[in-house]
């Protein structure tokens, strides 16, 4: 019971912290008249910060989860040898 509450609560802050990086700079694109992800001429900022695109998420998420994982797996295997 206690690895699954551990691997849920890494999972959970694992998740925060990309989160947190993958702040999305957004704009309202004027010749489309709809909001955005990127600037470009006639694109007004709205809010947000470009911190990392998607494969920077996606890097940070998986080396997250590869140094979180074996602590997780050891506390699991701890339980039934």
Do not use: K, Q
Not at 6 to 29: R, Y
Request: aromatic fraction near 6%; hydrophobic fraction near 50%; charged fraction near 15%.
């Amino acid at each position: 019971m206690c690895s699954l509450l551990c691997e849920l609560i890494c999972s959970v802050m694992v998740i925060f912290a990309v989160e947190l990086l993958s702040s999305v700079d957004a704009g309202f694109d004027r010749d489309r008249n709809c909001v955005v992800e990127m600037s470009g001429g006639n694109v007004e900022h709205i809010s947000g910060v470009a911190v990392l695109d998607n494969h920077g998420v996606n890097l940070v998420s998986s080396a997250l989860t590869a140094l979180v994982a074996p602590y997780i797996a050891l506390g699991i295997w701890r339980h039934f040898v």
